[in-house]
Structure formats: structure tokens, C-alpha cells
T-cell receptor, first 115, second 109 residues
Framework: DAMVIQNPRYQVTQFGKPVTLSCSQT?????MYWYQQKSSQAPKLLFH???????NEADTPDNFQSRRPNTSFCFLDIRSPGLGDAAMYLC??????????????FGAGSRLTVL | GQNIDQPTEMTATEGAIVQINCTYQ??????LFWYQQHAGEAPTFLSY??LDGLEEKGRFSSFLSRSKGYSYLLLKELQMKDSASYLC??????????WGAGTKLIIKP
């Protein structure tokens, strides 16, 4: 089945210790997104890629970086996690952008705990 | 600013009908989405409305009124597995998704 796979599902790190979360997709979608979602809150867009074009949301902290080495893979790096970065990180894909009917397919998420 | 409003939590009984409302104020409109999100899991797509009216998909229906900035998700014949959060999201003039915080639906036997 075509899908979006995130690893790890659960990540525990110490305050300030770098973390990398990965996302892979077999849907051959052009667009990949990273969202941060805290409990009972709306998902917050951190970055998105259209093919290899990188788009950084204006209010995404510099502590967050992303890489997309090829169409299938995308990484989220948190350089120095703080307690406020504890959240679910959701990777999503879509076939295209610039259209209203742009359905997102999400991975299962990576839950980050910061001690 | 752009804003999506949904009730924080609703409770309904198994077998009943529930309506979850969503109002929005966005810069432009290119469609409204409903996603279902079970606790600790990722959102999954339920419906998309871009024209006024009702879209029906089995037990779930979604309604849109663009002039009122209003949508609702209607769930019929509620089952325990419908216990989840329901997220409303609007595609704005730049095709960016503006998300609501979600409505947590609790189903009681």
C-alpha cells in the first residue's frame, strides 16, 4: 500500500540534545509538509517542499531545520530541543499545490518528549 | 487575522446523530476540509467542500455556506469508533491550509 512512514514513532531526548525525525513516502507526491501539533491544538505548519523548493514558515524557529534529499524522503532536525518543543510532529504529502482540492496524506506521527 | 472556530468538545450517544460546526474568517477561500484524528494518531481526510451545499458520504455529510463562513460535519448512526477529534481546515487565497483546533467527540454507550 502506498503510504507515508515516519520514524521513530516515539522519541525521548534530553533538553538541548539534537533530534532528527524522518519521513518517507511511496505515493510519489511532489509536496511534503512538516507540522507540529500540541495537545488539543491545531496543527502548525513548520515547512513544506514543492519538489526541492523549500518553504519556511515565517514564524518557524531557527532551531528547526529540514532536508529533502530526494522525492521520497524528508527529515526534520531539531538542533537544541527545549521543553516547549515536546509535541507530535506530523509529516504529510500531497500530489500538488496551488489548488483548492489539495488533500493531505499524513504519516502516523512522531511524538517527541523532552526531559 | 485568519481564524477557524470549532467547539472544543461534544458528547453524543451511540446510534444518535451529531453535528459539529465550524465557522471561519480567512483571506480568500479555496475550499474547506474535514479531517478525523483519533487520539495519538494522524489526521485522516473525511471530506472537501468548495461549493455551497451538502456532500454526503455514507454516515458522514458535510455542509458549506460560503456567504456565512460556515460549515458543519454531520455524523449519523454514531459508533464508538467515531470517538475522535474532528478538524476543520480552510484553504485560503494562497492555497495555504488554516486549521481549527479540532472538536473532541465523545461517544457514550
Amino acid at each position: 500500500d502506498a503510504m507515508v512512514i515516519q520514524n521513530p514513532r516515539y522519541q525521548v531526548t534530553q533538553f538541548g540534545k539534537p533530534v532528527t525525525l524522518s519521513c518517507s513516502q511511496t505515493l510519489n507526491h511532489n509536496v511534503m509538509y512538516w507540522y507540529q501539533q500540541k495537545s488539543s491544538q491545531a496543527p502548525k505548519l513548520l515547512f513544506h517542499y514543492y519538489d526541492k523548493d523549500f518553504n519556511n514558515e515565517a514564524d518557524t524557529p531557527d532551531n528547526f531545520q529540514s532536508r529533502r534529499p530526494n522525492t521520497s524522503f524528508c527529515f526534520l532536525d531539531i538542533r537544541s530541543p527545549g521543553l516547549g518543543d515536546a509535541a507530535m510532529y506530523l509529516c504529510a504529502t500531497s500530489a500538488r499545490q496551488g489548488t483548492g482540492a489539495n488533500v493531505l496524506t499524513f504519516g502516523a506521527g512522531s511524538r517527541l518528549t523532552v526531559l | 487575522g485568519q481564524n477557524i472556530d470549532q467547539p472544543t468538545e461534544m458528547t453524543a450517544t451511540e446510534g444518535a446523530i451529531v453535528q459539529i460546526n465550524c465557522t471561519y474568517q480567512t483571506s480568500g477561500f479555496n475550499g474547506l476540509f474535514w479531517y478525523q484524528q483519533h487520539a495519538g494518531e494522524a489526521p485522516t481526510f473525511l471530506s472537501y467542500n468548495v461549493l455551497d451545499g451538502l456532500e454526503e458520504k455514507g454516515r458522514f455529510s458535510s455542509f458549506l455556506s460560503r456567504s456565512k463562513g460556515y460549515s458543519y460535519l454531520l455524523l449519523k448512526e454514531l459508533q464508538m469508533k467515531d470517538s475522535a477529534s474532528y478538524l476543520c481546515a480552510v484553504s485560503d487565497s494562497n492555497y495555504q491550509l488554516i486549521w481549527g483546533a479540532g472538536t473532541k467527540l465523545i461517544i457514550k454507550p
